[in-house]
T-cell receptor, first 112, second 116 residues
Framework: GDSVTQMEGPVTLSEEAFLTINCTYT??????LFWYVQYPGEGLQLLLK?????DKGSNKGFEATYRKETTSFHLEKGSVQVSDSAVYFC???????????FGGGTRVLVKP | DTEVTQTPKHLVMGMTNKKSLKCEQH?????MYWYKQKAKKPPELMFV???????INESVPSRFSPECPNSSLLNLHLHALQPEDSALYLC???????????????FGSGTQLSVL
């Protein structure tokens, strides 16, 4: 079945540091890939998505590129802020289209 | 209106109680979802409704009973829960779950449930 693996946290950074969260996936066919973010005490919000190979999703300074050859969708941000402290989930939606499969989540803590 | 509204935000119940969680959206979405999220874990899918019909039940125990009275509302009826059912229950919606891989889910803020 479909699965998503992402790096375990917590990831602790200083403000303005570079952030990378690794995500790899296993799926049949051509899934769509997503990054969701969950701030403390809230539900999940879509951060960005990519629907086909070599697509780059971007939002709020975050970027991720759909790499089919390495089955990866790593999240990057060049300069993090304290407000980026949250849990980040990589997810895929497979060929059946009716189920979102999440990775385990990566907690990011940005210190001033 | 791009919100999914869940009530209540917090709920404490005993193992013999009956309670309901409610979810509402007014985005015209025809797919609605219930997820369960334990602390420091990813959300786990419980149920999917598509066009007000139950399309996915992820082998959820019968003490959880979903209901979709109309296209805007989704309920989760709870009865005889166990302490291990304590979790954050998230509702989500999307345009239409049928065979579409790239649509985004809109999540509510969740109901934090504690079973004593």
């Amino acid at each position: 079945g479909d699965s998503v693996t992402q790096m375990e946290g917590p990831v602790t950074l200083s403000e303005e540091a570079f952030l990378t969260i690794n995500c790899t996936y296993t799926a049949t066919g051509y899934p769509s890939l997503f990054w969701y973010v969950q701030y403390p005490g809230e539900g999940l919000q879509l951060l960005l998505k990519a629907t086909k190979a070599d697509d780059k999703g971007s939002n709020k300074g975050f970027e991720a590129t759909y790499r089919k050859e390495t089955t990866s969708f790593h999240l990057e941000k060049g300069s993090v802020q304290v407000s980026d402290s949250a849990v980040y989930f990589c997810a895929l939606r497979g060929a059946a289209g009716n189920k979102l499969t999440f990775g385990g989540g990566t907690r990011v803590l940005v210190k001033p | 209106d791009t919100e999914v509204t869940q009530t209540p935000k917090h709920l404490v119940m005993g193992m013999t109680n009956k309670k309901s969680l409610k979810c509402e959206q007014h985005m015209g979405h025809r797919a609605m979802y219930w997820y369960k999220q334990k602390a420091k874990k990813p959300p786990e899918l419980m149920f999917v409704y598509s066009y007000e019909k139950l399309s996915i039940n992820e082998s959820v125990p019968s003490r959880f009973s979903p209901e979709c009275p109309n296209s805007s509302l989704l309920n989760l009826h709870l009865h005889a829960l166990q302490p291990e059912d304590s979790a954050l229950y998230l509702c989500a919606s999307s345009q239409d779950s049928r065979g579409t891989t790239n649509e985004k889910l809109f999540f509510g803020s969740g109901t934090q449930l504690s079973v004593l």
